[in-house]
Structures are given as structure tokens and as C-alpha cells.
């Protein structure tokens, strides 16, 4: 039974292949590299949760990528690395300092504050992105015990809103953390699109930075399922491995989340993926912004374009692409490309919001 390849099922393909939208990257299949490790690993016994031979050869990979003192803690999902993380970097009394638009704050179900037990300090910031000068609007009180304490800085690389940090910035947020006493977090459920828009190795604006940890996404970059906990800095973080457990993401069958995470990142696959994705939004901004009526709304730095546009618009062109609104009130949109968006798509696309608009 073991030795022989499966070839029929019972399951019924319930879905158009060509179909494309623009909503999200997670829309997107899995990569075909990624279901070959998959296949691969999928034969035979081997240890649970984490002890097995994928997932040791997976701390290799990841200490190649972000250095020598790495450690990856395999997850099922990107709130849940965001928690884990948080909650190991913290105290219970801590308080996490974010962008109002972070995804911690905005999309994750109030999972950092009522299962994470987290204050969140939101504070505004132009595109998505902190700055020292944001931070320090929240970055007080440490002697106060009526105020929640601020241990930690919880950056998105790219921004909820598609932007990237400079190595240079993210220095100098984390240098200016540091000396007040906090750690710093980084989301990067789209680092790979980060790396592929700054032409940098992930590690220069991570571990080189100073950043203390890391979410690192697979998902959006091709992954069926998973995401890592990428400890960074040992010194900054306590009991992950019991975190992980009580959170409920330790996965039992984690050589299926570490193979991927090896066929993704031991090449260079993570940035072919992620450099079509930001080429296929950069093609998708240049053709609505010659779009009589469409406004870009923020800088495309990555595979995401904002864009603002009569919401009547908006209503009929989701009957022919999905996408969602970001701010319904004001006609904002958001745009998504991922690693299998095609050119025939965005122009497709473009081709429909034109004639949608000429409708006004």
C-alpha cells in the first residue's frame, strides 16, 4: 500500500482554474514546487511535533537566511505567530506599540489582547510605517502602575498598506526601542515582497537591524498553510516552545509546514514568487492610474495597490474581479497580486475598470 502512487480520488474539482481576482494573495493556489516537497515528504514514518528530520534541516535553512543564532518555531498561521511572538517577548502586563493600520490591530479579532492578554498602543503613522518620533507618543510610563507597560515595537515589513521599510529605518526604530528598554517585533507575512522591492538579503533589515524576532509568512508567498516564529535574538524571548503549545499551533504533523518553509526558502523560489507578485501590481498601478477618475492612494512598494474610486464603480467591477473594500465610506479599494497573477489578468482587469468607469 505504501509503494503505490495514489492517482484517483473521490473528490471533484468544484472551481474554474483560470479564475483570477485581485482580493488577496492567500486566493492563490499552492505553488507547484511547494506540492512536489509536500509529495515528498508525505511517504512514510516520521517523528511528531517537530522532532523530525525536516524541520531539523529547516533551522539550517533559516539560520542561512537570518544568522547563526536563528531559531524557527513552525505555526499554523500568521495570528497565531503574531501572539506567540508577542507573548513571548513580553510580560503580563505588557503593552505593544503599532501602527493604527497594523494587521495586529485591525485584522486579527482582538486575538494580541484577549488571548495574547496584550495592550495595543496604536499611534498613526503616514503610509502604514513608524517612525522614533511616532513611537514616543506611546513610549512612556514604565514607573506608572495604572498604565500598561511598553515592551515591545511591533513593525509590518511590508506595511498593511503595501509600503516597505529601509534597512535604514528599521535600524533606527529598533536603536531607539532598545535604549528605552523594548523589544521589537517584526510582522513579515510579506517579507519576501519587501527583500524582492529593496534588492536586500531579509537579513539586513531583520537580525542586522537589530530586530529581536520575527513572523515570517509562507502563505501569501505560495505555502498551503503555515508560518514561522523566527527568533532572532535569544536573549529576547522566553518559554516559546511551552507558548507555542498553549496557543494551540503546535502542529502534530510539522514536517508538512517545515518541507514547505525548505522548498520555498533553500532556493531561491521565495523571491521569484515575491518579485512576480510586486512586478504583476506594479504593471496592475500603471494601468488604472491612466484611469480617468482613479487616484492611487499609497506608494506600490509591493504586491499591493490602494486606490481610490467611485464606489457605484467599484460594486459592478466586483461582479467581474473580486476585490475588497479597504474603506467603504471613501471608495477605498485594495488590490492584490500574488506569485500566479498573470499579465492577461491585470490587463484584463484594467481593460474592465476603464469600460466601468466610461459607465459613470
Known amino acids: 500500500m505504501a509503494d503505490r502512487a495514489v492517482t484517483e480520488t473521490d473528490a471533484i474539482r468544484r472551481h474554474d482554474p483560470q479564475a483570477r481576482g485581485f482580493a488577496s494573495d492567500n486566493y492563490a493556489g499552492v505553488h507547484p514546487e511547494i506540492l512536489a516537497a509536500l509529495a515528498l515528504a508525505n511517504e512514510g514514518h516520521q517523528v511528531a511535533y517537530g522532532e523530525d528530520v525536516y524541520t531539523e534541516h ?189 496557543s494551540m499551533q503546535l502542529a502534530s504533523k510539522m514536517r508538512f509546514v517545515s518541507v514547505q518553509f525548505e522548498a520555498l526558502l533553500a532556493g531561491d523560489l521565495w523571491l521569484r514568487s515575491a518579485r512576480h507578485a510586486n512586478a504583476m501590481a506594479a504593471r496592475l498601478a500603471a494601468g488604472v492610474s491612466t484611469v480617468d477618475g482613479v487616484e492611487v492612494l499609497h506608494p506600490v512598494q509591493s504586491n499591493a495597490v490602494f486606490a481610490r474610486l467611485p464606489h457605484d464603480v467599484s460594486e459592478r467591477l466586483q461582479k467581474r474581479y473580486r476585490f475588497y473594500f479597504w474603506d467603504e465610506a471613501a471608495g477605498d479599494v485594495r488590490w492584490m497580486c500574488s506569485f500566479d497573477t498573470r499579465q492577461e489578468d491585470v490587463d484584463g482587469f484594467v481593460a474592465a475598470l476603464r469600460e466601468e468607469m466610461s459607465r459613470s
Open 58 to 246: 529547516l533551522q539550517e535553512v533559516i539560520r542561512g537566511h537570518f544568522g547563526p543564532s536563528a531559531e524557527a518555531f513552525p505555526v499554523f498561521n500568521g495570528t497565531g505567530a503574531n501572539v506567540v511572538a508577542l507573548q513571548a517577548a513580553s510580560e503580563r502586563w505588557g503593552a505593544v506599540i503599532c501602527a493604527a493600520t497594523a494587521h495586529i490591530h485591525v485584522d486579527e479579532c482582538g486575538a494580541p489582547e484577549r488571548v495574547g492578554g496584550l495592550k495595543l498602543l496604536t499611534v498613526p503613522g503616514e503610509h502604514g510605517k513608524l517612525t522614533p518620533e511616532l513611537i514616543d507618543r506611546e513610549a512612556f510610563g514604565w514607573e506608572d502602575e495604572h498604565r500598561a507597560q511598553p515592551q515591545i515595537v511591533s513593525l509590518a515589513q511590508t506595511t498593511e498598506l503595501g509600503t516597505c521599510y529601509t534597512p535604514e529605518e528599521i535600524r533606527e526604530i529598533c536603536e531607539h526601542a532598545h535604549e528605552r528598554g523594548m523589544k521589537v517585533h517584526l510582522d513579515g507575512s510579506r517579507l519576501a515582497n519587501a527583500a524582492a522591492t529593496l534588492g536586500r538579503p531579509m537579513r539586513e533589515f531583520t537580525t542586522d537591524a537589530g530586530v529581536d524576532l520575527l513572523s515570517l509568512g509562507g502563505t501569501k508567498n505560495g505555502l498551503m498553510f503555515g508560518e514561522l516564529v523566527v527568533v532572532l535574538n535569544p536573549g529576547a524571548v522566553r518559554a516559546m516552545k511551552h507558548l507555542r503549545k498553549l
